[in-house]
């Protein structure tokens, strides 16, 4: 596969992906930087090994790319997800935690977040890939594609779980310094193809999302890119 402005990672397995991305987030964290995680079912594995690469976070600032609008503590939660993988696996708790109020309405999450975030320049910004293309809570053909002035703004979900979401627009996913992929499973391996080799395309998020100014990187499984060429 010939990726389009993105420097590939592949690797054997699931762990050995969790670990490539565990090594940035740990030495991201050390190095006091702006984190941006994200949700879903892939990163669990790869925030546990940060934990144990690094179990002191005071210096970084933690963020994250989507939210599911619930509570806190609803096994929804991405940033749930987080404290159960990473910060409830560490000694010294993130110095900086900016989390998206999945509690609030996702209009007034959105804007306190955005808020909370302009002048703030991201540096490791993590993402999944749905395997519709989707990346944050950006779906394919989604109105907030197009966004150019909002940083964050509330989305509806087109794939499970059917909760409303905040999440980055585009110019705030662009923005961050440097961009990793996480892909597992050999089920988005057209979606690899599509948004990582294939030209830019609203109906594949993905394929909009590169650093304007930095790098882009996707860590995946060998078995993630079997059906690309
Ligand atoms: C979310 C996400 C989302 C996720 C992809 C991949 O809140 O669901 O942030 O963009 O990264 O859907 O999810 P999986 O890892 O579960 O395949």
Known sequence: MKARD????????????ARRVAEL???SSREGKEIVLTGGRTPGLA????????????RAGVWWGDERCVPPDDELSNFGLARRTL????????????????EDHPAVAAASYERELKG??????????????????????????????RLAIPAEPKLEPF???????PPALRAARRIVFLVTGDEKAQAVANALAGRPDPAVPGSLIRSESGET???MCSRSIALSN
Do not use: C, K, M
């Not at 909760?163 to 627009?169: F, G």
């Open 87 to 102: 910060f409830d696996r560490l000694e010294a708790q993130p110095g900086r935690v900016h989390r998206i109020r999945g």
């Open 163 to 169: 909760v409303e979401r905040v999440t980055l627009t």
């Open 120 to 149: 703030t320049t991201l540096d490791l910004l993590l993402l999944g890939l749905g395997p519709d293309g989707h990346v944050a809570s950006l779906f394919p053909n989604a109105p907030g594609l197009a966004e150019t002035e």
């Open 25 to 27: 987030l740990a030495e």
């Open 217 to 219: 990187l996707a860590t």
């Open 6 to 17: 993105v420097q590939l990672i592949v690797v054997d397995d699931e762990d050995a992906a």
């Open 47 to 58: 925030y546990e090994v940060a934990a144990e690469l690094e179990p002191d976070w005071s």
